[in-house]
């Protein structure tokens, strides 16, 4: 019964200094997470957390993974994601619930009233874990996001000529970027009803085995969509590194340069490329 006493006393009073608490709240939170929001913006985002938490006080459920607090993790959650997006370290996120307790404790004025504050404390210590564990999350995704996006940028495919497409590779080729190659090659010549494309490494520093099965994989599959490839960018040192290794790039057509690349396509797709005599320009 005395558990239960103290309980309902803590419960009580921070229900009387309910508006107390959510000033100094407030203020803590201004100056530790050194938000750049107004404080009106600050005010919309925690009402309904701080809400949810004196709530949680009061109905004595410590546990704060309990189905009774679905609600407050969930706004928990979406306010980390938001800090997250908005570029805020996990550090001033956490620090923005782990203020509340500080603001509960100092309206306790009642010595048998605070022996009951270690279970308010552990609590709103896993809210404030809980914090990190959504900011993780959704850096993560975030991370995904833009690695996804670079990779896309990185791999252009660039319409060089009527029925003719180009793949200027730059930096590593791993399986993941080779998939996007893939796709967005076989994307664009289908779009475009190319039949021919040619795929400069000129960029690529070294071909080993891997790299030139993923070259031959995206050579293949742009075959099967009827479209033949030129492979361009074979330095010499990257010729003897493939001739070492005793790889076989079969009836694959390939160029030292992407001028060289690009004659043979367009021969292939029935052009001439012949120079014209040069007009000099009047004076």
Known sequence: MARETSSGQLAA?????RNDIWKQWLTSVKDRSRSNGSTAEIQAELAPIFDAVMDGIGADVSDAGDSTHDELRALLFEYSRTRARQGYSPSQTAVAIFSLRDAIWESIDDASVRAEFPRVSRFID??????????AKTRESVIGAQAEQLMELSTPVVRLWDGILAVPLVGTLDSARTQVVMESLLQELVATGSAHAIIDITGVPAVDTEVAQHLLKTV??????????????????????IVGLGIE????????????????????????VRRVAQVTPRT
């Open 13 to 17: 009073i921070v229900k009387s200094k």
């Open 126 to 135: 896993d809210l404030g874990l809980l914090t990190f564990e959504a900011y």
């Open 220 to 241: 293949s599959a742009a075959r099967l969509m009827g479209a033949e490839c030129v492979i361009s960018g074979i330095r010499p040192q990257i010729a003897q590194t």
């Open 249 to 272: 790039f079969g009836d694959i057509a390939t160029k030292a340069t992407l001028e060289s690349a690009l004659r043979l396509t367009l021969a292939r797709a029935g052009f001439e």
